[in-house]
């Protein structure tokens, strides 16, 4: 994957937001897991925001969570971008929800199904609501 080591936060913050930008969502993931895994740094907040667009691009609900969970252990609860980020990654579940729950309750249920069946091919995670 990189040929070299990298051992600063700024530099492997570049690369996650370089892939999230290139809509390489799942190797962002995978890199900032690296940086404390494998490096042994402790993310920052562009580090959070970063991912959690990731995670907003795969519609990722379950890794989401436990990046949110990753940045509140980490005192980053009460930063404003991460939590802008949050919102972002959180409102892209919840709008698929939205909609298959607004075609169910007015009874237009091949609409539902259909967006189900998008849901699916775009691999965005279903959670219990869903």
Known sequence: MLER???DLVSWNSIVAANVQNDAFALAIA???KIGHDFSMHPDGI?????LAACAGLSALMQGRQIHASAV???LFENMFVGNALVH????????????SGYSRIERFEEALRLLEE????NIEFDIVT
């Open 73 to 75: 252990r980490n005192g």
């Open 89 to 100: 990654m959180y409102a892209n579940v919840v709008s698929w929800n939205a909609m298959v």
């Open 31 to 33: 890199l900032f897991e």
């Open 5 to 7: 080591r990298v051992y």
């Open 47 to 51: 580090s959070f925001v970063n991912v």
């Open 119 to 122: 849901m699916k091919e775009e």
